[in-house]
């Protein structure tokens, strides 16, 4: 599936911000759902951490223009939940 995916950056970006947001959106309702799940920001964190794992994956597949925009995209995600943080005290 992704061996057919144009090695952009913006690709990239689009991949590690999708997939992760799918994945920081269900945390999120559990979060809302279940009581003891509302401190649990190392489930928010690690959302966000399965970008490394996609990062890894596009890396040995020779994309390296869509790792990088992987690494944007975790960069835009940890301002994003820094900024949560902020807020949330």
Excluded at 21 to 28: F, K, N, R, V
Excluded at 31 to 57: E, P, Q, R, Y
Excluded at 65 to 84: C, K, L, M, P, Q
Aim: proline share 1%; glycine share 8%.
């Amino acid at each position: 599936m992704f061996k057919n995916l144009k090695n952009s950056v913006f690709a990239g970006l689009g991949i590690g911000l999708v997939i992760p947001g799918i994945l920081l959106s269900g945390a999120w309702y559990l979060m809302h759902t279940f009581a003891f799940l509302a401190k649990a920001d190392l489930l928010l964190i690690g959302c966000i951490a399965v970008n490394a794992a996609l990062m890894h994956f596009f890396f040995k597949q020779d994309k390296e223009n869509i790792g990088r925009g992987i690494i944007s995209a975790t960069f835009i995600w940890a301002f994003a939940f820094f900024f949560y943080k902020i807020n949330q005290s």
